[in-house]
């Protein structure tokens, strides 16, 4: 199974972008989705998660601009990304754990200029 992430690219700041996560096949006993972050230099953070039974959970940075979203029939997570800021420039990873094991995509960069 490889999770195809797309949707990003460069934005001005206060703009939007909607970052997809799809599998490449089903995955079954899905228990959460998250979308992650790494910027240059830093370590990999945790951007917001769903979980099976749609609870989500977002880092505090984000928090009232990004909203995720997913479908565990599809195996698809999105991420919607509004009023973007500088300081969001990094590439966003998806990961889908499941009972048996943990998909990762290959990233997607995203850059916010000022």
């Known amino acids: 199974v490889q999770l195809v992430e797309s949707g990003g690219g460069l934005v001005q700041a206060g703009g939007s972008l909607r970052l997809s996560c799809a599998a490449s096949?089903?995955?079954?006993?899905?228990?959460?989705m998250t979308w992650f972050r790494q910027a240059p230099g830093k370590q990999r953070e945790l951007v917001a998660t769903i979980t099976r039974s749609g609870t989500t959970n977002y880092a505090d940075s984000v928090k009232g601009r990004f909203t995720i979203s997913g479908d565990n029939a599809k195996a698809t997570v999105d991420l919607q990304m509004n009023s973007l800021k500088p300081e969001d420039t990094a590439v966003y990873y998806c990961?889908?754990?499941?009972?048996?094991?943990?998909?990762w995509g290959q990233g997607t960069q995203v850059t916010v200029s000022s």
């Open positions: 990961r889908i754990a499941a009972a048996r094991h943990v998909y």
């Open positions: 096949e089903s995955i079954f006993s899905i228990s959460v």
